[in-house]
Structure formats: C-alpha cells, structure tokens
C-alpha cells in the first residue's frame, strides 16, 4: 500500500486560509468517506483533528474542515493561527482493510 | 480520559527481538479494535499492525509481515508488539493507538516508545 500523496509544505499569514490535498486511488480515498486528518507538533503524538472526511472531533475548533472529490480529500484551516503551526498527516481506510497514512505537511505560520 | 502508554523501546542489534507493551485505561479496552503506528526520525507516519477486539481479525503492513506479532490480553487492559528480526529500517517511534471500527478512525494515540536497531 502507497502512502498518500500531500505536498510537502504550505504557509499563510495569520488569519488567512490554507488548504492541504491529500491524493490517494480507488482503493483507498476514492472508495469510502473514511479519511481522517491529525495534527502532530513536534515532538508530540498526533492528534486527531477531523473523521469520517468532514466531522470534527469534539474540542477541535471550526477553522478546521474537511472535504473530498474522487480520490482526494482536503484539509482547510480558516484564520490560521500561531498554534496551528505543525506537521499534519491524512489518513484513510483501503479496500484492504487497513489504514494508509500521507506524507504529510509542515505548516507554517508567517 | 483515555489513556495509552506504551513501552518497551530501546536499542537493539540487527537481527534481534524486541517486545512492546500498551497499557490502557479511560475506556472500555475489550470494545475496542487497535493498532501500532511507527514513524522513523524525521519520517511520516506508518500504519504497522491492527487487532480487533476480540483477536479474531488481524493484519499486518507488507514490511513486517512474518517478523512482528500483535496481540492483546483484555484482561490486563494490554496490547503487545512481538518484534523480531530487526532492521534497521524499524528504527522508529511506535505509538499505540485507538480504533473506532465504526468510523474506521484511529483515534487516539499513546506518547510512543522509540525503538533504535542499530550494531
């Protein structure tokens, strides 16, 4: 099983928007709504941000949203902030029955 | 609150055996399905190995198949990591983490315990 494909790095100012892509196949992505994306800071553990393509984990702010088309979901941070300065990684679940993790992406706060 | 802690890491030579060890606690530990996770210093994330709740259902990633074991014992709230035949390329952080079923979301995650195969 590939890992999924997101761009290695992104950034915005504060209090602008930006969105990560997360690009996996039919046997993954593309086949059922059970792409999840986490937040890992350095040096911690990842925590879980978004489930199920689109729901937010209680206590995960709404800046946060999800979405997908065909074989690709998206992670969007709306009025970045500081703290939303870390590594983050999409998640889904494959035909195989198993979980595929992206490469993930540092996001940087200007 | 949920909590996973795991252990067991350290250094260890090519070709040796290591065992991790989960402990859980804040949830009902027999209801759920788990899974290790790695990441290799500097790397992403690497979904390794997955239980169900009762044992019956396990997979494995092609790149530590026929070398780790995972199991579990839901009487000591525990889940274990058998590793043999250690490479180098199992160099990493293992985390053990929470499996929603339902939702087929992993979601929560222990602080991780480093694993180091180096001669």
């Known amino acids: 099983q590939s890992a999924l494909t997101q761009p290695p790095s992104v950034s915005g100012s504060p209090g602008q928007s930006v969105t990560i892509s997360c690009t996996g196949t039919s046997g993954d992505v593309g086949s059922y709504n059970r792409v999840s994306w986490y937040q890992q800071p350095p040096g911690t553990a990842p925590k879980l941000m978004i489930y199920e393509v689109s729901n937010r984990p209680s206590g995960v702010p709404d800046r946060f949203s999800g979405s997908k088309s065909g074989n690709t979901a998206s992670l969007t941070i709306s009025g970045l902030q500081a703290e939303d300065e870390a590594d983050y990684y999409c998640?889904?679940?494959?035909?195989?029955?198993?979980?595929?993790f992206g490469t993930g992406t540092k996001v940087t706060v200007l | 609150e949920v909590q996973l802690v795991e252990s067991g890491g350290g250094l260890v030579q090519p070709g040796g055996s290591l065992r991790l060890s989960c402990a859980a606690s804040g949830f009902t530990f027999s209801s759920y399905s788990m899974n290790w996770v790695r990441q290799a210093p500097g790397k992403g994330l690497e979904w390794v190995s997955y239980?169900?709740?009762?044992?019956?259902?396990?997979y494995y990633a092609d790149s530590v198949k026929g070398r780790f074991t995972i199991s579990r014992d839901n009487a000591k709230n525990s889940l274990y990591l058998q590793m043999n035949s250690l490479r180098d390329e199992d160099t990493a952080v293992y985390y053990c983490?929470?499996?929603?079923?339902?939702?087929?979301?992993?979601?929560?995650w222990g602080q991780g315990t480093l694993v180091t195969v180096s001669s």
């Open positions: 998640s889904s679940y494959t035909t195989s029955s198993t979980h595929v």
């Open positions: 239980i169900s709740s009762s044992s019956n259902t396990i």
């Open positions: 983490a929470r499996d929603v079923v339902v939702t087929a979301t992993i979601d929560y």
